[in-house]
C-alpha cells in the first residue's frame, strides 16, 4: 500500500486556507496591508470556533480585547502555539515577511467572523505596547 501525502504551499500575500477536513481547516497567512502597523485598523472574533496561531517566520504580534477586558499584546515566538478561545476580539500586527499557520473550524473565514473598527482607545493601547522592530 502506497502512502499519499498532500503537500500545500501559498506565497502571496495574504489568507489562504490549503487543507480541509470535515470539522477543521488550516491556513497560511503572509503579511498584507491590513496586519501592518500602519494600516491595521480591524479587530475580528469568531463565536463558534477557537484559532490557533503559529508563527514559522518574521515578526508578529497577536492583541486581544476579551469582552470586558483590557486589550493585550503578545509577542509571538516562533514554533509556538497560541490559541484565541471563541468569542475574543483579536487580530494580529506583523512584519512584512511574515508566515503564519492558522488552525479553525472549517469555512470560519466563510460563516463565523465578525468584525469591527479598532476603537481610539484600543488603537492608543496597541501603539503603546507594540514592539519598536514591527
Sequence with gaps: MEASVEVHSWNEQGYCPLVFSHDWQVAILNWEPAIDRDTVSEIERHNQSDEVFVLIKGRAVLFVHPEGGELSV????????????QGTWHNLVASKDVELIIIENRDTHLHDVEIRPINPQEKTVLAQRLPDRL
Design 74 to 85: 503578545v509577542e509571538m515566538q516562533p514554533g509556538l502555539i497560541y490559541n484565541v478561545p
